[in-house]
């Protein structure tokens, strides 16, 4: 709505709808007896973990109706001053699918939980979902459970990315295939599966939007990351840094709330 109103400039859009449908694709792999498809790995301190991540889009006035509403992502209705479409499916089998979400209080992890649902129960599995509410040891908890209701695959997003190793330990040693969702669980090679957008090419999206719009030199730079329990922050922060670097060198930017980048 800011974008539409002219309040914000610019956002990059991460569509959960494909970050779900790949984790659903890659659990349906594993529920089959085969490997889901690679494109890249993402080294989590112990392993490096084979991956697929997901295309993001840079969304400012003039393609925020055809990224947002024509694509279906959210309804014309929810906002003002502009209309709507679209969705995903699945394939069949049987099997158990267990999904561990950080917390029911933020919209987005409530419509992952209603995506995962209806397009596994679709595609004929069983899927229970949990959820952590910002607690590690209520993950490892809920995982715990999971395992011990017997699912085959876990999809879990780490509340903190190095505790929640412990919790894929215990899947893992019971067979389950674990599958890291948009957050990689990090120091254990319990990991079969990073299911992610390129985190990097986000922080680049963000860094090239501020490049092409500034003009002249001592441009003010405002640095912020995001948790340090969050492994997607540093990769944002990489991508950025890519781009605002050479930028800091020659002058474009200058850096007002740091002195040691």
Do not use: H
């Amino acid at each position: 709505q800011y974008i539409i109103d002219g309040k914000q400039q610019m956002t990059v859009l991460k569509d959960v709808r494909t970050l779900v449908g790949d984790a659903i694709t890659a659990a349906v792999a594993y529920l089959e007896g085969k490997t889901p498809e690679k494109t890249t790995t993402y080294d989590n301190g112990k392993i490096e973990v084979p991956a697929k991540p997901s295309e993001v889009v840079t969304v400012d006035k003039a393609n925020v109706k055809e990224a947002i509403i024509d694509s279906g992502y959210w309804p014309a209705s929810d906002f003002t001053g502009l209309d709507e479409s679209a969705a995903t499916a699945a394939p069949e089998v049987t099997g158990s699918v267990g999904v561990v979400l950080p917390t029911k209080d933020e919209p987005r992890w409530i419509q992952d939980e209603t995506r995962f649902k209806e397009a596994l129960e679709a595609a004929g599995y069983e899927v229970e979902i949990l959820f952590s509410q910002g607690d590690s040891a209520k993950e490892k908890a809920n995982v715990e459970a999971l395992v011990a209701k017997g699912i085959k695959v876990l999809i879990i997003c780490p509340q903190d990315g190095t505790a929640a190793a412990a919790a894929a330990e215990e899947a893992r040693a019971a067979g389950v295939k674990v599958i890291s969702y948009d957050r990689l669980i990090r120091d254990t090679d319990a990991v079969d599966y990073y299911v992610t957008f390129d985190s990097v090419a986000v922080g680049e999206a963000q860094a090239q939007y501020l490049v092409d719009k500034a003009s002249g030199t001592d441009n003010p730079l405002y640095l912020y990351a995001g948790a340090a329990s969050d492994n997607n922050a540093f990769l944002f922060f990489e991508g950025a840094w890519n781009v605002l670097q050479p930028k800091i060198a020659d002058g474009t930017f200058v850096i007002k709330n740091s002195s040691e980048a």
